[in-house]
């Protein structure tokens, strides 16, 4: 697998759980969880974008696990 694929996977899965994790505290879509307002959303920013980097890492090592896996 070429190295520009890695970063583009990891690009989308950065984006798309970014994207996930802000809607689902915007509408409160978990258990619980009553929603967001986007100023409350905006100052625990930091928090999401962190969620997201480590979902999304796990997700682009576990692609690449299967494509190498599969190589071989």
């Known amino acids: 697998m070429k190295k520009y694929n890695l970063y583009l996977i990891f690009l989308l899965n950065f984006t798309g759980w970014s ?11 978990s258990r619980g969880i009553k929603p967001h307002s986007w100023q409350e959303i905006y100052s625990d920013i ?3 974008l962190l969620i997201s980097f480590f979902v999304a890492s796990i997700f682009t ?9 599969q190589s071989k």
């Open 19 to 29: 994207v996930v994790s802000i809607l689902i505290a915007k509408f409160g879509l």
């Open 46 to 48: 930091h928090l999401f």
């Open 61 to 69: 090592f576990c692609s690449y696990a299967k494509r190498y896996k």
